[in-house]
């Protein structure tokens, strides 16, 4: 299968201002991302190239769908990871974060790849203010409380907070 994110820079790359749009959608096995969060079965590609002093910059948005669980409660959730590509492709690499284009060409895929793994969200949560699972019992606590009593929670400022209530207390 031809490489549909592998471009030919040779005209770009000629003369300094010279600008080429990407806009194809790239079937997610393409990818081979290898995580089962992904669950995009496309990924839409609509890049902009534009020959800069030296090298190739390239901008535009990605957006690729995913599903887990909430890290709190375990119920499915889902959503769409959304991020701004601006990365630059040189042909001699001196930029530590640039990308390489060998010979005259320049393949899109491993940065789109990589820059959509990293956008996946490493704790999801179905709510922002999602109460999770009692740590006792399993209980979702979202739906209702359930009788264990409230585990201590042991953080730095326990003994701050004993202190300013026995000084309260006086
Ligand atoms: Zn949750
Ligand atoms: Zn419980």
New binding site residues.
């Given amino acids: 299968m031809a490489n549909p994110l592998l471009v030919n820079v040779a005209e770009l790359t000629r003369r300094a201002g010279s600008e080429k749009l990407i806009d194809v959608a790239v079937d997610v096995n393409h990818f081979d991302f290898d995580d089962q969060r992904v669950t995009a079965t496309e990924i839409p590609i609509r890049l902009h190239l534009e020959s800069v002093n030296g090298g190739i910059a390239v901008r535009g948005e990605l957006s690729m769908e995913w599903s887990d669980q ?6 499915p ?1 889902q959503g769409v990871a959304t991020t701004v590509v601006n990365e630059l492709y040189q042909q001699v690499v001196t930029d530590p974060d640039a990308y390489e284009i060998v010979g005259e060409q320049l393949d899109l895929s491993p940065m789109v790849r990589e820059v959509l793994l990293l956008e996946l969200p490493t704790l999801p ?3 922002p203010e ?1 109460p ?1 699972l009692c740590t006792v019992c399993g209980a979702d606590l ?1 739906v209702a409380p359930c009788n264990c009593a409230p585990v201590e929670k042991s953080s730095p400022w326990d003994a701050l907070d004993a202190l300013k209530g026995r000084l309260s207390n006086d």
């Fill in positions: 909430c890290s709190r409660c375990l119920k959730v949560l179905c709510a999602c999770g979202a």
